[in-house]
């Protein structure tokens, strides 16, 4: 090839490099997802955890703004000005400035400083709660994506079995075996599977993506990294420490109590210190004033605030109430569904491999003519029900582990510290 020749060619490549590399990318590529403890390792980057940790915040805000002195008030007056004859104007008025300091001497400011602590203390509560709350939405939806592409790989063998029973179906009809009807009847399941995988298919798709979205992954997911579904919870510990949901009402309760302190506080007077200095502008001399100034609470007691804030403080502890018995049931009814959904694990990976051998021998007598198309269908289906069910088993495992640690304030299936 010549160089003229040879020159075109090389320009219309670097001419197309040029253009691959000005193309906007197309979408990040489907990856596997990370595994669940990689995921709890980013929770604090979650939208739920930074809510929780940003109020939280902002309540010890407000406990340093609660501890500020109120601030000072300076005023400045003229007397004697704007009269007439000597007075004209203001060239012969008499100058005052004021400065005015409120004194909380009555426990103002240590109640309020108080309340706000407490309501500090509740947020900080309220903040681990949000954090085991997308702890436990991050096992959710990593354990039913998982669980739905289990149920995928399921549809796919079961439409396998069921095609390979058709194929021997259909030697038997030829061979006169079995009637046409057994043949019709296998077509007819082998459609039904078909539509049960492109049913599969779509819970797959839909819960890879729930699950991008709740880990907020940047990149789509089709493939889980590690299981869940097969990781054994820990066991309950008996801990009698009070259930995080406990431990919020009762600092929702004492908040309550202090702010009917705040409250009472506020129907005390507001006592004020005054300092003031006024100029005589005609004799050339100064002169200062000092003194104090008390609120009369004469009309306004409160005492609306102060029946609001006992009514607030009674729906608190009843609050507190309700909230220590039904954390009680709850926990002992999830301790109890854990052990039954291992229990329920166990016998249902029993029921698989007792399954798998029942289809095994099904399968060897029906070829032999031994065992006819109707039991085969049965024996392939209760295999089939028993794989699905051993998936229900460990979702219903993870659900219970889940519940367990909402209600004592921890990520799933980890230890309580």
């Known amino acids: 090839m010549s160089t003229s020749t040879r020159r075109p060619l ?20 489907a990856q596997a997802s990370p595994s669940y403890d990689d995921l709890l390792g980013r929770l604090d980057q979650l939208s739920g955890t930074i809510q929780g940790v940003a109020l939280s915040e902002a309540a010890d805000a407000r406990v340093q703004q609660a501890r500020a002195l109120k601030n000072p008030t300076v005023s400045y007056d003229l007397e004697n000005a704007q009269g007439t004859g000597a007075y004209r104007g203001t060239s012969n008025a008499d100058s005052i400035i004021t400065l005015s300091q409120p004194l909380e001497l009555f426990g103002q400011r240590g109640a309020r400083v108080r309340a706000a602590q407490s309501e500090a203390q509740a947020a900080g509560l309220r903040s681990e709660l949000s954090r085991s709350e997308v702890a436990a939405l991050l096992a959710t939806t990593y354990a039913q994506a998982e669980s739905a592409l289990r149920r995928y790989d399921l549809a796919n063998e079961a439409l396998q079995l069921i095609q390979e029973d058709a194929a021997a179906t ?11 009807l057994r043949a019709v009847q296998a077509q007819s399941e082998v459609s039904n599977a078909k539509a049960a995988l492109d049913e599969a298919l779509a819970f797959r798709d839909a819960a890879l993506a729930r699950l991008a979205g709740a880990a907020q992954l940047d990149a789509s997911v089709d493939a889980i990294s590690e299981s869940l579904l097969d990781r054994a919870p820990p066991m309950p510990t008996g801990d ?6 406990v431990r919020i009402a009762e600092a929702e ?12 506080k506020r129907a005390l007077p507001d006592l004020s210190a005054t300092v003031a200095q006024t100029n005589f502008r005609q004799a050339g001399e100064r002169a200062y004033n000092i003194g104090v100034s008390l609120s009369i609470p004469l009309f306004d007691r409160n005492s609306g605030g102060i029946r609001a804030a006992y009514a607030e403080q009674r729906a608190a502890d009843a609050r507190l109430e309700q909230q220590k018995r039904e954390s009680e049931a709850n926990r002992v009814s999830a301790i109890a569904s854990l052990k039954a959904s291992n229990s329920r694990t166990r016998a249902a990976d029993e029921s698989v491999t007792a399954g798998e051998e029942a289809y095994r021998l099904a399968r060897i007598g029906f070829e032999a003519g031994r065992i006819s198309q109707l039991e085969l269908r049965s024996t392939r289906s209760t295999l089939i029900a028993a794989r699905a069910s051993a998936v229900d088993a460990r979702l219903a495992r993870v659900a219970a582990e889940i519940e367990l640690a909402r209600l004592e304030g ?3 299936f980890l230890e309580q510290k």
């Open 10 to 29: 090389h320009a219309a490549g670097l001419f197309v490099a040029v253009l691959l590399a000005l193309a906007p990318a197309g979408p990040a590529a």
């Open 410 to 412: 921890r990520a799933p």
């Open 253 to 264: 309760a004492a908040t309550a109590g202090r702010l009917v302190d705040v409250e009472r």
């Open 170 to 180: 259909s030697a038997m009809v030829q061979q006169g075996r079995e009637p046409q």
């Open 240 to 245: 009698a420490r009070a259930a995080l949901a």
